[in-house]
């Protein structure tokens, strides 16, 4: 796997759209690659940010969260949500590299990604390509944050290897690999989390990944969110001291 940071001008809010940055900076897309973007980069070229000036954080978390906890309830005084079924510090919101303004996350990054995907196809004549839009969380017991993948398209999000034998012959019952969200890790490694200006990863070499000609399907990601009673870890999220936010019917 070959993973190449594209290094841009400082986005800031009112500049270029995410297209014209594209036209800019990306000159290659081979076929069998995958493009990743940052989420603050895909927020900021679309007009999702907000003045810090006289503005409550607290209160834009609310709007943007389906739960949330207050900040006097945690260690040191952080601000868990779920927001878009998605366990995530402040609602995904971010004042670092934004100008003066939070960044909220995009406001529909699967309609983003799958345009972005339609473009490269055009704009480079490929029929496989594949494009992730990524963030950063932590991890519980973890010092430090990886990424995650907030939307794809252009190939399966998860390898599945239920029914396949191990390497001594016994079946695997429940593996299955998410491969958007791999990506979506080592894209964040390579663009770094600091003033490195590279919110854009070209990802070659991918023999793990599946292209698809086309997006998502509605139930395709569907099934790749889990509710609280379902998932793995839900002891722990059932019995935290949630809020209800501004988006909690979405949820």
């Given amino acids: 796997m070959i993973a190449t940071p594209i290094k841009t001008e400082a986005v800031t809010p009112g500049g270029k759209s995410l297209l014209e940055l594209l036209d800019k900076y990306l000159d290659e897309m081979p076929e069998s690659s995958v493009l990743a973007i940052t989420s603050k980069v895909v927020s900021i070229c679309e007009g999702r940010t907000v003045p810090i000036d006289g503005l409550d954080e607290m209160d834009l978390i609310k709007q943007e969260s389906q739960l949330f906890i207050d900040p006097k309830d945690t260690s040191y005084g952080s601000r868990p949500t779920i927001t878009r079924n998605t366990l995530a510090s402040s609602a995904g919101i971010d004042k670092s590299n934004g100008s003066g303004h939070y960044i909220l996350w995009p406001a529909d990054p699967q309609t983003t990604a799958n345009g972005v995907r ?29 990424g995650i993948v907030l939307a794809f398209s252009g190939f399966s999000a998860i390898n599945s290897y239920i029914g396949s034998p191990d390497i001594f012959g016994r079946p695997f019952e429940v593996s299955r690999a998410n491969a958007a969200n791999g990506l979506a890790g080592i894209a964040v490694t390579v663009m770094g989390e600091g003033a490195e200006q590279t919110p854009l990863v070209l990802m070659q070499d991918l023999q793990f990944v599946s292209f698809m000609d086309r997006d998502p399907t509605q139930d395709e990601l569907n099934n790749l969110k889990l509710k609280i009673d379902s998932d793995l870890y839900s002891i722990f999220w059932k019995n935290a001291p949630w809020q209800k936010g501004d988006q909690f019917n979405s949820y």
């Fill in 118 to 146: 339609a473009y490269l196809k055009k704009r480079f004549g490929l029929k496989k390509v594949g494009v992730v839009i990524t963030d950063s969380t932590s991890i519980p017991f973890r010092l430090g944050t990886t």
